[in-house]
């Protein structure tokens, strides 16, 4: 009896979270909107910003035709995988995550824990970058070329693309956000934050291109090879069940870890008011 009462009371909270997540979407929309030169600016320079990595991995196939084990057809399948995970973080989650040190030190945290919603779901995503929507359209068009690109693409290959891309972004989410609430405990914690964007660089290449005990670093212990690596491989490489066995595995375990992680920063948390 104890399972189909978890299941449901999961179930009862993610219809109340996903119904919230619309009511903030709109919100934000709305707000967005009131600066239509600042929505519109946003979307170019996120534009420059997956120029920069094609242009990168461009140049280095002029001088090799192999990086890691891909050649550069499939390396483009793993830059649209990269963008359209990151486009999905930058639409929900960096507008709150990135900024959460800022709502620590002016007491602007205190406002969100006293509403009667999730604590660790309203800091993560009370604010939605909708100008980000248009990196994810750019994403899906990238995505579309690669993969067209492919021989002999199965379409069985593409579901499991599909169903570990948001494996992936969960692996991001939790990383990210274990960094930010850091910030309870270390109000000046600039420098933790550069250590996650240095580290969220090598989840931004191919994980096959490290030394084995780095890889095995970015797949476990700091999972960011899991974000666009992970997916990637299921379309372009022979099926590997067990790091995709892990990969499944990882993101409830994660969760539940950045839950308690959140829980015990709270308990270090001097309110700004106190």
């Not at 519109?40 to 990168?56: E, G, H, K, N, S």
């Not at 483009?76 to 800022?102: C, H, P, Q, W």
């Not at 960094?179 to 270390?186: A, E």
Request: glycine share 4%.
């Amino acid at each position: 009896m104890g399972a189909p009462i978890i299941l449901k009371s999961f179930w009862t909270e993610t219809k109340k979270n996903f119904s919230l997540l619309v009511g903030l979407f709109k919100a934000s929309f709305i707000s967005d909107l009131e600066f239509r030169f600042n929505f519109a600016t946003r979307i170019i320079t996120d534009i420059f910003w997956y120029l920069a990595q094609v242009v990168t991995f461009e140049v280095l196939f002029l001088h090799t035709p192999i990086i890691g084990h891909w050649n550069i057809n499939q390396t483009r399948v793993f830059l649209g995988v990269l963008f359209i995970i990151d486009a999905l973080y930058m639409t929900f989650l960096a507008d709150n995550l990135d900024k959460f040190s800022e709502k620590v030190r002016r007491g602007e945290l205190d406002l969100l824990l006293m509403k009667p919603v999730n604590s660790q779901f309203m800091v993560s995503f009370q604010r939605v970058a909708t100008a980000s929507l248009g990196n994810l359209i750019i994403a899906l068009m990238w995505m579309t070329y690669a993969l067209y690109q492919l021989p002999d693409l199965h379409p069985l290959r593409i579901f499991w693309l599909i169903v570990l891309i948001p494996v992936g972004f969960s692996t991001l989410y939790v990383v990210r956000f274990c960094f930010s609430v850091v910030s309870l405990i270390f109000v000046r914690g600039e420098n933790i934050q550069f250590i996650w964007f240095q580290l969220y660089k090598l989840g931004m290449r191919p994980d096959s291109i490290y030394f084995p005990w780095l890889r095995y670093i970015v797949l476990t212990i700091l999972p960011v090879g899991l974000i666009a690596s992970v997916p990637a491989r299921a379309i372009l490489d022979p099926p590997n069940w067990p790091l995709f066995l892990w990969a499944f595995a990882s993101v409830p375990i994660f969760i539940w870890f950045s839950n308690r992680f959140w829980k015990y920063c709270l308990s270090k948390y001097n309110s700004a008011s106190s």
